[in-house]
T-cell receptor, first 114, second 115 residues
Framework: DGGITQSPKYLFRKEGQNVTLSCEQNLNHDAMYWYRQDPGQGLRLIYYSQIVNDFQKGDIAEGYSVSREKKESFPLTVTSAQKNPTAFYLC?????????????FGDGTRLSIL | AQSVTQLGSHVSVSEGALVLLRCNYSSSVPPYLFWYVQYPNQGLQLLLKYTSAATLVKGINGFEAEFKKSETSFHLTKPSAHMSDAAEYFCAVSDSGGGADGLTFGKGTHLIIQP
């Protein structure tokens, strides 16, 4: 079955450490997204990518970085500059970055600070 | 700029009762609207979407939503609640002008089903 795989499911970060969250999709989707979810805050867009080797900042990109070297993969790095990284991170993809296309979501990675 | 307001962070209904989750949107151009459901520690699953073909949209699990332009609303309903409907529900809007950067989500409504 096609879908989006996020790993790991749980991740712990030490002070000053960068951590990378993996997102892989086999849906042949062009566009991929990273969202951050905090309790009572809904989802907020961190980064998105429409094509390989191109990505754009979302609403809360500070302290995060991404790469898009392959169509299937869109890893997110939470850097030490992100002072409040504890959250649930969701990766999504869509067939193209068209406004009427629904996004498909992975099952998320929960990041906590040690 | 577009935005979504979901009225009520928590809604409680009895099993078998009507479910009504409210969503109002703000958009400078005709919007595309979506409802998603999220179960604990999982991603979001699409319930239904409005893309201007019909104002009453039917989705999965017996849910439906009606787009009302005059009220800028897209409320989600289900005639008879089931225990398995307990989850977090998100309304989202996308700018049909193509300028949106991803979806804009509401803050979510937690649906509680009382036995």
């Amino acid at each position: 079955d096609g879908g989006i795989t996020q790993s790991p499911k749980y991740l712990f970060r030490k002070e000053g450490q960068n951590v990378t969250l993996s997102c892989e999709q086999n849906l042949n989707h062009d566009a991929m997204y990273w969202y951050r979810q905090d309790p009572g805050q809904g989802l907020r867009l961190i980064y998105y990518s429409q094509i390989v080797n191109d990505f754009q900042k979302g609403d809360i990109a500070e302290g995060y970085s991404v790469s898009r070297e392959k169509k299937e993969s869109f890893p997110l790095t939470v850097t030490s500059a992100q002072k409040n990284p504890t959250a649930f991170y969701l990766c999504a993809s869509s067939i193209w970055r068209g406004a009427n296309q629904p996004q498909h979501f992975g099952d998320g990675t929960r990041l906590s600070i040690l | 700029a577009q935005s979504v307001t979901q009225l009520g962070s928590h809604v409680s209904v009895s099993e078998g009762a009507l479910v009504l989750l409210r969503c109002n949107y703000s958009s400078s151009v005709p919007p595309y609207l979506f409802w998603y459901v999220q179960y604990p520690n999982q991603g979001l699953q699409l319930l239904l979407k409005y893309t201007s073909a019909a104002t009453l949209v039917k989705g999965i699990n017996g849910f439906e939503a009606e787009f009302k332009k005059s009220e800028t609303s897209f409320h989600l309903t289900k005639p008879s609640a089931h225990m398995s409907d307990a989850a977090e529900y998100f309304c989202a809007v996308s700018d049909s002008g193509g300028g949106a950067d991803g979806l804009t989500f509401g803050k979510g409504t937690h649906l509680i089903i009382q036995p």
